[in-house]
C-alpha cells in the first residue's frame, strides 16, 4: 500500500527528498508519518503529517531541518530533508497509521529506503 522512493547517498549539508505513494484511502484516512532505522539501532519516529488538518510534528533531532508535505491529487506525501549529517543515514520508512510517534500504532509501512550521508 505505500511505495517509497528518494533515497540515495549524499554529502553533509545536503538535502534529498523522500517520496511516499499510497491509496486514495490511506492518505485520506490515516496519519502519514516517517520512522528511520540508523545502522544497529532500533526503528525511531521522524515526524508526521495529521490527515484532516495538516499539523505536523518532528523529532526533535531533525526539527528545523525536516519538513512534511502532502500532494493530496496524487495521494503522495513528501520527506524533504534539508542540511543532512551524517547521523541522518538509515533506513528511512514510510507508515500510515494512528497520530502516535510510536512505531506499534501504525498499521501499513512502505519497503524502506537507504539514506547514506557522508561527511
Known amino acids: 500500500q505505500l511505495v517509497e522512493s528518494g533515497g540515495g547517498l549524499v554529502q553533509a549539508g545536503g538535502s534529498l527528498r523522500l517520496s511516499c505513494a499510497a491509496s486514495?484511502?490511506?492518505?485520506?484516512?490515516?496519519?502519514m508519518a516517517w520512522f528511520r532505522q540508523p545502522p544497529g539501532k532500533d526503528r525511531e519516529f521522524v515526524g508526521f503529517v495529521h490527515p484532516s488538518n495538516g499539523t505536523t510534528q518532528f523529532a526533535d533531532d531533525v526539527k528545523g531541518r525536516f519538513s512534511i508535505s502532502r500532494d493530496n491529487a496524487k495521494n503522495t506525501v513528501f520527506l524533504q530533508m534539508n542540511s543532512l549529517k551524517p547521523g541522518d543515514t538509515a533506513v528511512y520508512y514510510c507508515?500510515?497509521?494512528?497520530?502516535?510517534?510510536?512505531?506499534?500504532?501504525?498499521?501499513?509501512w512502505g519497503q524502506g529506503t537507504q539514506v547514506t550521508v557522508s561527511s
Open positions: 507508515a500510515a497509521g494512528a497520530y502516535s510517534v510510536r512505531p506499534n500504532m501504525y498499521v501499513y
Open positions: 486514495e484511502r490511506t492518505a485520506s484516512y490515516y496519519t
